[in-house]
């Protein structure tokens, strides 16, 4: 067994398994919080933030964000959800992306964003992370959390189409919005070594833990569209 799989347990270990809404035992999150976390009806747009109908951007936010749809499902001031997260990335506890991407699932049916999501999307991606922070963390939290989203959706997920190429400075530590795009500029590439990979025609979810600006989901989706797929949405947990 690999050392960050073995820390991946010995830490997952320490964090205590109750309900971080409610302390109910046995479980992280439990559905009557659901109810009670700082949900979103309607996500915010990341460019102009204006409220978007069934996550629809404006034509003119399209080409700002290269993306289709974009959809979140909290606010990252919730403090349940932000210390969900913060623990998955942080304490590399990653049995916690079970219950945000089963948070996401009760959001999209809730909201009645479930049958545009599953009669449309083909791949769901997860936002890549560089090589040198996967070997230290032992996992990509966002593939996680698109693993679990997908077998829920029935909607196949791929970890191995899109990867993060260069290593950059954690986009929580720039400035403003220009810094992150640059930050995060050319960072990203599709590769082709998975069986029927082809992403032509393809429509395909991004996923990722929070949304500020959007400059992240906007490279991946760059990189996505030089691949000729057709539409990229993106579905994070919660929008900052």
């Known amino acids: 067994m690999q050392i960050s799989k073995i820390k991946n347990l010995i830490l997952e270990s320490l ?14 999150l439990c559905e ?3 109810e009670v976390i700082d949900s ?13 109908g069934m996550g629809k951007l404006r034509k003119d936010c399209r080409r700002q964000l290269n ?9 990252y001031r919730d403090t349940r959800i932000k210390k969900l997260i ?13 219950p945000l991407a089963h948070f996401a699932y009760w959001w999209l049916a809730r909201n009645e964003y479930l049958d545009v999501v599953q009669q449309n999307i083909d791949v769901i991606i997860p936002v890549p992370v560089h090589k040198s ?15 679990h989203l997908g077998e829920a959706l029935d909607i196949r997920a791929e970890s191995n189409l899109l990867i993060k190429t260069t290593k950059t400075k954690p986009q929580v530590e720039t400035e403003n919005k220009q810094e992150r795009q640059e930050n995060i500029k050319g960072t990203f590439e599709v590769i082709y070594d998975t069986v029927d990979n082809s992403l032509a025609g393809k429509n395909i979810l ?8 959007g400059s992240t989901l906007s490279e991946c989706s760059k990189v996505l569209r030089q691949s ?4 990229v949405w993106a579905l994070t947990m919660a929008q900052d």
């Open 133 to 147: 922070k996967l070997k230290k963390r032992g996992f990509n939290h966002a593939q996680k959390i698109a693993q």
């Open 40 to 52: 979103l009806p309607h996500s915010v747009c990341p460019h102009c933030k204006a409220g978007l």
């Open 206 to 213: 991004l996923i990722d833990d929070v949304v500020t600006t």
């Open 15 to 28: 964090i205590p398994s109750y309900c971080y809404g409610c302390g109910r035992a046995e479980t992280y």
């Open 86 to 98: 913060n623990d998955l990335k942080y304490n590399y506890s990653f049995a916690l992306s079970e």
């Open 32 to 34: 009557d919080c659901f």
């Open 67 to 75: 993306l289709n749809r974009v959809f979140s499902c909290a606010d």
């Open 228 to 231: 000729s797929v057709k539409e």
